[in-house]
């Protein structure tokens, strides 16, 4: 059993900063792939930035320029640096990871969430 926990969340204004961290913990041969999500009210969630275990990134188009991800494989932590928010980047923020169990099965694993709000 894997389980993800979330810091970082927060209110910031239009045009600041915030770091989004996300650790694993639990049983687990090796995390793979991480990323991060997120779901505005009244709408689905959808992909914000992910990671591969090598270090491969991907990004929705509407982050790429002010968000970036990372990872550190020692301490099964990703990483969301988002800059220059805007307001409809308010969210909630979730992180999400595969990983491969002992008896070498993938499993993914969803985090609470964390809500980000932008004021304008």
């Known amino acids: 059993q894997v389980q993800l926990v979330e810091s970082g969340g927060g209110l910031v204004q239009a045009g600041g900063s915030l770091r989004l961290s996300c650790s694993a913990s639990g049983s687990f041969f090796t995390i793979n792939g991480m990323g991060w999500y997120r779901q505005a009210p009244g709408k689905q969630r959808e992909l914000v930035a992910t990671i591969t275990s090598g270090g491969s990134t991907n990004y929705a188009d509407s982050v790429k320029g002010r968000f970036t991800i990372s990872r550190d494989n020692a301490k099964n932590t990703v990483y969301l640096q988002m800059n220059s928010l805007k307001p409809e980047d308010t969210a909630v923020y979730y992180c999400?990871?595969?990983?491969?169990?002992?008896?070498?099965?993938?499993?993914?694993?969803w985090g609470q969430g964390t809500l980000v709000t932008v004021s304008s």
């Open positions: 999400n990871a595969g990983y491969t169990t002992w008896t070498s099965r993938y499993r993914e694993v």
